[in-house]
């Protein structure tokens, strides 16, 4: 079963910086998608920023565009988020989130790590 294991997240003053972590296993197939979700109280789960593990193309939420990188670690089967010039609206649970197929003519199946609080105080 995959597992998906996030850290990194705390609280930090605006204009801060964080790194997030996804440490991904329980799984052989290279052919996933993975990258991070947020919510926060009263607003809707949104995508932030997600990778192709393999070669690498990404997405950004325009709200982070320009503050926020992401970037993986294909020994380790990690993706990070560094997130800079953070703002009190980036207060939200952040979410891994992967999407991979198992073999070459599954479907890709969604899995969700257990989230990490990220508070930016003003």
């Known amino acids: 079963e995959v597992q998906l294991v996030e850290s990194g997240g705390g609280s930090v003053q605006a204009g801060g910086s964080l790194r997030l972590s996804c440490a991904a296993s329980g799984f052989t197939s290279d052919d996933y998608v993975i990258g991070w979700f947020r919510q926060a109280p009263g607003k809707e789960r949104e995508g932030v920023s997600c990778?192709?593990?393999?070669?690498?193309?990404?997405y950004y939420d325009d709200s982070v565009k320009g503050r926020f990188t992401i970037s993986k670690d294909n020994a380790k089967n990690t993706v990070y988020l560094q997130m800079v010039s953070l703002e009190p609206d980036d207060t939200a649970v952040y979410y891994c989130n992967m999407a991979i197929s198992s073999t070459p003519d599954s479907d890709y199946v969604n899995y969700w790590g257990q989230g990490t609080q990220v508070t930016v105080t003003s």
């Open positions: 990778l192709d593990f393999s070669d690498g193309l990404t």
